[in-house]
């Protein structure tokens, strides 16, 4: 057996290396030119049509930009906190429908069928009808003296829209576990629930996690819904900006708050489907 | 001896794992050549290598005299006169029998559809199993599911078959008529390199066998020889643990 350490990569192996790494720097130049040069196109384009000099005053005016920016941050504050609460709402309750969704057996086909209800009527409402129905509605029924946050009611529109896609990701998720896995739990004696919490869902947490992410994503940005209500969030803060100052500036800030709150989500989601990937692939290894 | 294949110095790590540490083999025409050793040996990722599934670290291989470690080789035609066979099947679940068995030929050779299933069924017809050609792979046994996978590998006549532990996910009863079917093959002169557990069929078909110990060909030589005679105390071991 020789000593790995004392392996030094041969001739043969060093030019194949650089050839490699020529490629990949050649292919590396041919995509940053095409870029460069599709921007700067882009760029001309826009910059020479007619109305740019308009659109520019009305939509990047820095002027607007500093006056709007701290009422527009504070809205986006309120944006983040309602998605931390409806994020949280939301992993409650999709596991819960999922879980009824999976159950078996005549009995529970009332809240297998409930379940399913809900998941159907949630996912083909629109957002912004639920909004309306919640955030107008339930106040409507007058059952507290006092007055409900519209953030609360958004809150609540937001986690049964998204309620519904996400338990229909992780039923998907439960269902593509492979059936041995629950006979493993059930054989060593544990309950229905605990097979489910301790076996099944961790991995079927992996498998959809990159369709869970893009959900979060998308909510994210339907989190600027709830202005609708009336709830002074970024968007409508972006509106009263406008209003006052008359032109967009405003709505190109919160625009650019929802794009930097999103990518490093989007990054991360990148990065841990990779992850995933790799780790399955060693798996093949053999 | 003509060769087909030639192998010099393959070496491969996996993370800091080394597996092959500087492997050489040649394999003549038409000779069936066993590849024996413990787990973890590197029989499989040798294979693996061996068709550029993996792309070793170092070394280089011939098929018939042209370099296909070079990184200006096409992969995927090199790989297309390959065949390979799992140890786990690895059959297309959404596809029929006949659809795996055709796939290569119809996608890659860009055979006509009559033309490949014809053959197709030809060769289904050849492993008994021409009854199943429209049903999916998961109707049928194991066995009958590794007869398919070797059709499918054998179906566009590569020039060297790789077989990589093909019966050791069986169960005994079904051992044998995988076996019967490589048998055919070697005789009928397809090139054959095979890992394997099965000592007595090695012993029975093999004009060589290759003992992998330690990342590299520690022993090799006619079956006789090896099992009769091993020189090494590795292989001694290895045999004498077997049986």
């Known amino acids: 057996m020789s000593d790995p350490e004392a392996w030094r990569p041969s001739d043969v192996e060093l030019g194949r290396r650089a050839f490699r790494r020529r490629q990949t720097v050649g292919s590396v130049l041919v995509g940053a030119a095409s870029t460069i040069v599709f921007a700067v196109v882009v760029w001309l384009l826009v910059v020479n049509t007619p109305g740019w000099a308009r659109v520019q005053q009305s939509f990047f005016n820095p002027e607007t930009w500093v006056q709007a920016w701290p009422r527009v941050f504070e809205g986006f504050l309120l944006n983040i906190r309602v998605l931390l609460f409806a994020a949280a709402g939301v992993a409650v309750v999709a596991v819960a429908v999922a879980a009824l969704r999976t159950l078996r057996g005549p009995v529970f086909f009332p809240l297998r069928a409930l379940a399913a209800g809900y998941t159907d009527l949630f996912r083909g409402l629109p957002l912004i009808i639920v909004l309306y129905l919640i955030g107008f509605g339930i106040p409507g029924l007058r059952f507290t003296e006092t007055r409900i946050p519209l953030e609360l009611l958004g809150t609540i529109a937001l986690v049964l829209t998204y309620s519904a896609y996400v338990s229909e990701v992780l039923r998907a998720g439960i269902e593509a576990v492979h059936p041995s896995q629950s006979l493993a739990a059930r054989a060593l004696g544990l309950s229905r629930g605990r097979t489910l919490r301790l076996v099944v869902l961790p991995q079927a947490l992996r498998k959809v996690t990159p369709a869970l992410m893009n959900d979060f994503v998308s909510m994210q940005k339907d989190v600027g819904l709830i202005s609708v209500l009336g709830a002074v969030d970024a968007v409508r803060a972006a509106q009263i900006e406008t209003a006052k100052a008359f032109d967009f500036t405003p709505y190109v800030i919160a625009g650019v708050l929802f794009v930097l709150l999103a990518l490093p989500m989007i990054r991360f989601t990148d990065w841990w489907a990779a992850r995933l990937r790799a780790r399955e692939q060693q798996g093949a290894i053999a | ?243």
Do not use: Y
């Not at chain 2, 280089?60 to 990184?71: A, K, N, S």
């Open chain 2, 1 to 243: 001896m003509s060769g087909v294949l030639r192998a010099e110095g393959l070496r491969k790590s996996f993370g800091r794992t080394p597996v092959l540490q500087g492997v050489s083999l040649e394999l003549a025409e038409h000779e069936v050549v066993t590849l024996i050793g413990p787990s973890g040996s590197g029989k499989s990722t040798l294979l693996r290598c061996l068709n550029l599934l993996e792309r070793v670290d170092d070394g280089q291989l011939w098929l018939r005299g042209e370099d296909i470690t070079d990184p200006r080789a096409d992969v995927d035609a090199v790989r297309a006169r390959f065949g390979i066979v799992f140890q786990h099947f690895n059959l297309f679940p959404h596809m029929t029998v006949l659809d795996n068995v055709t796939l290569a030929a119809r996608v890659v050779h860009r055979a006509p559809r009559a033309e490949a299933a014809e053959r197709g069924r030809a060769l289904l017809e050849r492993i008994g199993l021409v009854g199943k050609a429209d049903e999916h792979p998961d109707r049928l046994s194991g066995g009958q599911q590794q007869r398919v996978a070797i059709a499918r590998a054998i179906a566009t006549d590569p020039e060297v078959l790789l077989l990589d532990e093909i019966t050791s996910a069986l169960d005994p009863q079904l051992v044998g008529e995988v076996l019967e079917l490589v048998r055919e093959l070697g005789r009928d002169g397809t090139t054959i390199l095979m890992a394997t557990h099965e000592m007595s069929f090695a012993r029975e078909v093999s004009d060589r066998v290759l003992f992998l110990d330690g990342g590299v060909v520690a022993e090799s030589g006619p079956p006789a020889q090896l099992f009769e005679a091993p020189r090494s105390e590795r292989l001694r071991e290895f045999l004498g643990g077997l049986l």
